[in-house]
T-cell receptor, first 117, second 113 residues
Framework: AQKVTQAQTEISVVEKEDVTLDCVYETRDTTYYLFWYKQPPSGELVFLIRRNSFDEQNEISGRYSWNFQKSTSSFNFTITASQVVDSAVYFCALSEGYGGSQGNLIFGKGTKLSVKP | KAGVTQTPRYLIKTRGQQVTLSCSPISGHRSVSWYQQTPGQGLQFLFEYFSETQRNKGNFPGRFSGRQFSNSRSEMNVSTLELGDSALYLC????????????FGPGTRLTVT
């Protein structure tokens, strides 16, 4: 069965600190997709990144970076020099890679990040 | 491009009633997925519609149903509401073909009393 685990329920940091959000996944599929979403207090889930299982390159986008490691089934997310606006709940998600199954996202429980000034 | 819109944004219903939620996807997107978010269960997949056909279904009772229209707009219906149906219902829009990501609407907050 597919599963996404975000072991960190809540993290609190002071502005400008670096923070890493952990995500561990389980799947039997050889093709799958991993995602990170941000949910600010307004409630709308904001798409951050998609990673394909066949592409293990890490990615950097501004202050955000993602480390995908198939060997440990992990897809961790690092925010460098955190800012108050980064405060939100962050979700890691997984979808299968065949046919029309991508529409079913399996989410972790989320990590609530609080960045204090 | 306009984003995903959901109406209404807030709803208060009484146990036993039924409710219909609406979702308009991003222009050109043919897939709409629905999710339920509760503090206890987190985000759970309800179903996905693609070109007016249900393509995937989560593990929810038959009281939860949906449909999609030819313009890709989707509705979700919950009959015989229970207190446990109180949740944030999110719909997500995507192209539905190839490799794609889903873009979410602001959600409908349903409270069942």
């Amino acid at each position: 069965a597919q599963k996404v685990t975000q072991a960190q329920t809540e993290i609190s940091v002071v502005e400008k600190e670096d923070v890493t959000l952990d995500c561990v996944y389980e799947t039997r599929d050889t093709t799958y997709y991993l995602f990170w979403y941000k949910q600010p207090p307004s409630g709308e889930l904001v798409f951050l990144i998609r990673r394909n299982s066949f592409d293990e390159q890490n990615e950097i986008s501004g202050r955000y970076s993602w480390n995908f490691q198939k060997s440990t089934s992990s897809f961790n997310f690092t925010i460098t020099a955190s800012q108050v606006v980064d405060s939100a709940v962050y979700f890691c998600a997984l979808s299968e890679g065949y046919g029309g199954s991508q529409g079913n996202l399996i989410f972790g429980k989320g990590t609530k990040l609080s960045v204090k000034p | 491009k306009a984003g995903v819109t959901q109406t209404p944004r807030y709803l208060i219903k009484t146990r036993g009633q039924q409710v219909t939620l609406s979702c308009s996807p991003i222009s050109g997107h043919r897939s709409v997925s629905w999710y339920q978010q509760t503090p206890g269960q987190g985000l759970q997949f309800l179903f996905e519609y693609f070109s007016e056909t249900q393509r995937n279904k989560g593990n929810f009772p038959g009281r939860f149903s949906g449909r999609q229209f030819s313009n890709s707009r989707s509705e979700m219906n919950v009959s015989t509401l229970e207190l446990g149906d109180s949740a944030l219902y999110l719909c997500a829009s995507s192209t539905g073909t190839g490799i794609y990501e889903q873009y979410f609407g602001p959600g409908t907050r349903l409270t069942v009393t």
